[in-house]
């Protein structure tokens, strides 16, 4: 799995995720994230066919919205999804929210469609680890994934801990905090410190985490910029001084409280 990915979410179907998905890819990205609720599956598909670069090479990663969960309605869903990604088969399948009652049933689901060879990796998202347990007591194949909202105000450390403990990787959403970010001042001053942008420097943090990260552009100069983080290195102290932002902060919901 790449460490690095573009995220494609309130990206609108149609023109806009088509040249957001093509610049990404020709400017490098291997990796890119959506989900059946994002409805744009269907430009995601064809940017990926017009980008010129083979499929074997990309990592393309969707998300059973909570509607269809449930072992029938996710197994429908997913070949739904694939017919509008156009896809032979999928790289990361994901279970959108831990719907009550229902995802362990959609659990069976996925590991339905990774023994049949549909998918090559299954996980899921936004996941606490007393969901993350529910499923790891009656998995015959363990989560490979949980993508979670992850940012220096919500470091979610105790989360983090248990991933790598179970072989679980995670994975950063809205990793900018949706642009809350960008006017901290800490980090205003490591921007400075290391002649990187706010943005690069959170990136840098998620991989030097171990979390993979996906944020959202639409623009190619912002698309290039979220890139080209491999070149510097935060020290062990200043990955301390970003650690001590957290507040346990969300912009989305939390798992354990949510109506959709
Ligand atoms: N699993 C889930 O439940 C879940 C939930 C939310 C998101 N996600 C995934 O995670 C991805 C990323 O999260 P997100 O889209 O919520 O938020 P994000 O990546 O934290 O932030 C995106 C926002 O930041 C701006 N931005 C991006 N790069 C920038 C830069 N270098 N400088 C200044 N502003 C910049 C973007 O504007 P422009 O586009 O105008 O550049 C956009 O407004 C999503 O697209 C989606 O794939 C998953």
Redesign the pocket.
């Known amino acids: 799995m790449p460490w690095f990915g573009l ?4 990206v609108e179907e149609g023109q806009e995720v088509e040249s957001s998905v093509k610049m990404a890819i020709q400017a490098g990205y291997r990796s890119i ?3 059946a609720i994002y409805k744009n599956e269907d430009g995601v598909g064809k940017a990926i066919k017009e980008a010129g670069v083979p499929r074997e090479e990309l990592f393309i990663t969707t ?1 059973v919205w909570n509607a269809d969960q449930g072992y029938e309605s996710t197994l429908a869903a997913f070949e739904a999804s694939m017919e509008k990604l156009g896809l032979e088969y999928l790289d990361l399948y994901l279970v ?2 831990p719907v009550k009652g229902k995802y362990v049933d959609t659990w069976k689901a996925l590991e339905k469609l990774y023994a049949d060879g549909k998918v090559r990796a299954i996980g899921v ?2 996941f606490h680890i007393h969901h993350l347990q529910d499923i790891l007591d009656v998995a015959e194949v363990k989560p490979m994934v949980n ?1 979670v ?1 992850y ?1 220096p105000k919500l470091s979610q450390v105790e989360l983090l801990n248990f991933c790598k403990e179970n072989g679980i990787q995670m994975e950063a ?7 809350e970010l ?1 006017q901290n001042e800490v980090l205003m001053e490591l921007s400075e410190k290391y002649n990187k ?1 706010v ?1 690069q420097i959170i990136l840098r943090w998620d991989l030097q985490n171990g979390v993979v990260t ?6 190619e100069h ?1 698309i290039k ?2 890139a080209d983080i491999f070149d510097f290195e935060i020290t062990d102290e200043d990955m301390q001084k970003i650690h001590a932002l957290n507040e346990n902060k969300r912009v ?1 919901p939390d798992p354990d409280n949510f109506d959709f």
């Open positions: 995220g494609v979410y309130k994230d959506t989900a998300k959108h929210w998202s936004n993508q909202e940012h959403w809205s990793p900018l905090m949706q642009g960008l942008s943005a996906i944020p959202k552009s639409v623009k912002r910029e979220n989305g």
